[in-house]
C-alpha cells in the first residue's frame, strides 16, 4: 500500500500531528481529501475533484473517480502478496468454531458468490438485502455485492418480520441473502420462516433468496430458494469487480428516526472508501498485517465499517465474532479471542463491559489470558458513563501491566465513521472520563442553542456538524433527498444536525450528553420510542401509551411503557394485556428491543395542548432530582399520582 508523508509520520505521534492535519483540511481540504484518495485507494480512474457542491446542501465525494470497492478490499492485497495472510478470523464460541480465511480464500469465494448473484441476474444498482447472523457467508453476500456494484442492505437479526419486510418493500431488492439458523446464546433461531414471513407482508418481492445451511439446523427450500453452498459448487469461476462511479451506492442502512418509517442511510462508494481506510491508521492506529477485533454485529453501521470494510481495506485482519461477552462460556470470552488472534485493537459497546464487570468484577477472567498483543479498546454506540470508562481502563492495566487506552468515539450509522475519538495513530491525547474526546479530521463540531447561536465552552447545546461532512458520511436518505434535508440538513443553514446533545470544553473536548428527540440506545442497539410506542397503542385494550427509555445499570437505557386502559378493556386482567403487549412488541419489532416493562396507570401527565410529558416522566423515572416540570401541565396531580409508579425500579 503507498503513503503519503502525512502517514509516514503518524508514526512518531507527536502532538502536533493532529493539528497538523487538521490545519491542513482547514487551509485546502480539496487537496487534503484528493492525496488521501490516492494514497489508500486503488482507482480505475483517479478523481481530479474532491468535494461536489453543486447541489449543496447535498454534497458528493470524489465525483468523477470510478473504482471497485471489492477489489480495494480483497484483490489488491492478493496482487501485493498479501493472499496468505488471514482476512476474516471467524470465531464462534457458539458453535465451537475458530476458522482462519485467506485473503486469497475470500477473494475466491466472493469472486465465486459474485458471479452466481450475476448469472441469477444481479446487476449494478440491483438491491441485494441480506439478513444474517455473523457467519463469514454475510461478509462474502456483503462483498460479492460491491464486486457487482450491487447495493447491499444488511438487516439486523434480533429484528422481527415486520421490519425486515419494511426494508425489503422500501429497498425492492432483486435477492434476499439469508440463512437457516442463527445461534443465540440458549436457542438456536430459525430464520427461515421469518423471512418467509417478511416476504409474504412486503409487497415487492424479491426474484430468488439465497440461504447459507448451517449445521445447527437445515431448513426447507422453497421454489425461489437456491442453496448457497450449491450454488457456489456450480460455479467454478469468479467474476471480475465492476467498476463504479465513486458516487454510486454501496448500501444502504436502515436506522431508526423519528416517525415510524425506518431511516435507509445511503453510503456512496468512493467516500466511503476513502474514509474508512484512512481512519485506520489515523484513529485506530491500525498498520497493514495488525489485526482487529470489533465485536459488533454486521446488522450495525459498526459491523459495516469495522468488521467489513475499514479492515480489509487497509489490509487488517479481521476477527468476526459470532457470540456475546458473556455465558459463551463466559465473561472471559473477548480476552481468550484477543490472546488467541494476537488482537491489536478490540472494539465493542461500553454495555457489553458492563455486562464483563457485572459478572466478573475483579477482571479475574480477563487476566487468565495474555493480551500482550493489545495496543486499545475502543468502545461506542452509546455515551461511556465515566464509571464503565475507569473500571474498564483499571482492569486493562491490572492485566496488561500496561496503560491501555480506553478510547470513547462518538458517531452514529449517519456518519459511517467515529465524528470524535482520541485519534491514537495521530496524536494520543489525554483522555478524559465522559468525552469521546476530540473531532477526527473532517468532521467541524459546534454546539448551538435552538435558535442557531454558538454557546460558549462548557454550556450544553445542540451538537451540529459543519457542512461539508467528510467522505465516508451519509450521501442521502435512500429515495428521499427531501427527507435528508428535513431531517439533518434544514434545522441550521450550512450544519448537519445530530440530535444529539451535549457540549465541548475549553480544550475542544467533547462531550455527548444524548438524544434531542426519541431515539434511546439500548444495549448500544439504537431504537425509537415512537416506533415500540406506535405497537403499544395498537392493542386494542389500550387507550392512550407512552413509551420512555430510562436508565438501565447494564444496558444504558431500556424502554419502559407507561398505559392507560380504555374502558372496553375493564373486564381485561391488567397482568393478561401486560404479557400481551410485551409479546406484541417482540412480534412487531424484534427481540432486540428488549421490551419488558410495563405499568398500567390511570392517566398520563400532559400539557394543555395535550403533549405528554415523556421527559418529565423520565426524569423522575430515573431519580433526577429536579425533574423539569413545564408550566403549561394541565393538572399536575396526575404527575404527582404517577411519582410512585415511576421511581418504582
Ligand atoms: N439475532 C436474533 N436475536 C438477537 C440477536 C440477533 N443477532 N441479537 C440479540 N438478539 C436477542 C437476544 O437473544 C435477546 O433475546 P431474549 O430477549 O430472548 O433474551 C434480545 O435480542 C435482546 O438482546 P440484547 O439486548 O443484545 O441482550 P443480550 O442479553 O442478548 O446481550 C449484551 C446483551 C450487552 C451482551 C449484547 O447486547 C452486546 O454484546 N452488546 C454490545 C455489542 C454490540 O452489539 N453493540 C452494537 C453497536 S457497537
Ligand atoms: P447508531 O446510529 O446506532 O450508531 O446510534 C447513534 C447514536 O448513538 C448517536 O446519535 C448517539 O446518541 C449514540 N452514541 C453512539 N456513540 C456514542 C458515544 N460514544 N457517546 C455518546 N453517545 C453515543
Redesign the pocket.
Known sequence: MRHNSFMNTTTENSAANYDEVVTRIAEDPERFWLEQAKSHIDWVTEPTKAVDDSNAPIYRWFPDGELNVCFNAIDRHVANGRGDQAAIIYDSPVTNTVRSITYAELLDEVSRFARALSDKGVTKGDRVVIYM?MIPEAAVAMLACARLGAIHSVV???FAPNELAVRIDDTAPKAVISTSC?V??SRV?EYKPMLDEAVEIAANKPEFTVIVQRDEHRCELGETDLDYAELLDQTPEGIDPVTVKATDELYVLYTSGTTGKPKGIVRDSGGYAVASAFSMPTVFGLQPGDTMFT???V??V?GHTYIIYAPLLAGVTSVLYEG???GTPDAGAFFRAIEQHKVNVHF??P??MR?VRKEDPNGELMKKYDLSSLRAEFL??ERLDPDTYEWTTKILAEATGRDIPVVDNWWQTETGWPITANPLGLTRFPLKAGSSTKPNPGFQVEIVDPGGKPVPAGEEGLIVIKLPLPPGTMATVWGDDERFISSYLAAFDGYYLTGDSGYLDEDGYVFVMGRTDDVIN????RLSTGIIEAVVASHPAVAEAAVIGVHDD??GQIPRALVVLGDSAEAADPNTVIDELVALVRKEIG??A?FKRVDIVSGLPKTRSGKILRKTMRQIADGENDPAVPSTIEDRSVLDDLGAVLSRS
Not at 522 to 525: M, N, Q
Request: glycine share 18%.
Open positions: 447472523p439486523f437479526g434480533g442463527g443465540e446464546k433461531l465485536a459488533s454485529d446488522g450495525w459498526v456475546k461477552p458473556v465493542t459497546a454495555t457489553a455486562v461506542a454506540g439500548v444495549a448500544g442497539h447494564v444496558k427481540p432486540v428488549a
